[in-house]
């Protein structure tokens, strides 16, 4: 039956539905400190968005996750491809180091060595990293032999090897990684905020709301994360699906 449902209406009823929970859940804890009412969180969150301060914080964040998940993609595809042409001995125990390690423990650890406004960056494209790099290593793998017989035939050039056979085999591997990653970034960036408590962040808002018990704040901060995380991850897939056609057409 409810396979029948559009999109739109789909997506409308699971709102709805959460939202009541969240509500009956309010109703029944009858604190606003430990759950506050949904129509409150959107009032708060509403008024941080007449402020300035509120696109300030933001754009601070979202220039760290960003900076973090670009830098975790590049480093990611330059030791895919070295793992590729035979270093993946080297490479590979390290990102299966690297994505067994919690999150805070990687952030307690940076903070060992840098300061508390650069461990975000670092901590989102550590995440990253192991992501891109498994997902472009195994597209680049997934050449087809019999191509690469033909171009061993044909003495295909390097330059067209890479452009014929391995971009259209890995791009969709990667094109998947950086869209599963999108929101691994956020949510190691927030935390790394969260824990370093760097000047004009969401995760020092977070933190904020939590020691003063802001139940209302700490919740439409946290509503802004999702939504930033969810607007920004559709944009991603909608660009990285358009030059997959784009190369295919």
Same mark, same amino acid.
């Given at each position: ?31 606003? $400190?430990?759950?506050? =009412?949904?129509? /409150?969180? !959107? @009032?708060?969150?509403?008024? *941080? ?72 960056? $670092?901590?989102?494209? =550590?995440?990253? /990293?192991? !992501? @891109?790099?498994?997902?472009? *290593? ?72 939590? $020691? ?38």
């Amino acid at each position: 039956m409810f396979t029948k449902f559009s999109k739109p209406l789909k997506a409308v009823t699971c709102a709805v539905f959460w939202v009541g929970v969240w509500y009956a859940v309010a109703f029944a804890v009858k604190s606003a $400190v430990i759950l506050p =009412m949904p129509h /409150t969180v !959107v @009032v708060r969150l509403f008024d *941080l968005l007449t402020t300035a301060a509120f696109y300030l914080t933001c754009l601070r964040s979202l220039v760290r996750v960003f900076s973090g998940l670009l830098l975790g993609v590049w480093v990611g595809v330059i030791l895919s491809v070295s793992a590729y042409l035979g270093m993946d001995f080297i490479f590979s125990p390290l990102m299966s180091v690297i994505r067994s390690t919690p999150v805070a423990s990687v952030i307690i650890l940076m903070l060992f060595f840098l300061g508390r406004q650069s461990v975000p960056y $670092v901590t989102t494209m =550590m995440m990253v /990293t192991p !992501v @891109v790099y498994v997902g472009t *290593l195994r597209g680049l793998r997934s050449v087809p032999d019999k191509m690469m017989q033909i171009a061993d035939v044909f003495s295909m050039k390097p330059a067209y090897r890479v452009k014929y056979l391995y971009v259209p085999s890995a791009l969709p591997h990667f094109s998947s990684a950086v869209v599963n990653c999108t929101g691994l970034a956020w949510k190691a960036g927030i935390a790394a905020e969260v824990i370093c408590t760097p000047a004009g962040a969401i995760g020092s808002k977070l933190w904020d709301a939590k $020691v003063y018990l802001e139940s209302t704040d700490l919740f439409a901060w946290t509503l802004t994360v999702v939504i930033f995380s969810l607007v920004i991850e559709k944009c991603i897939s909608t660009v990285l699906k358009r030059s997959e056609v784009g190369r295919s057409a």
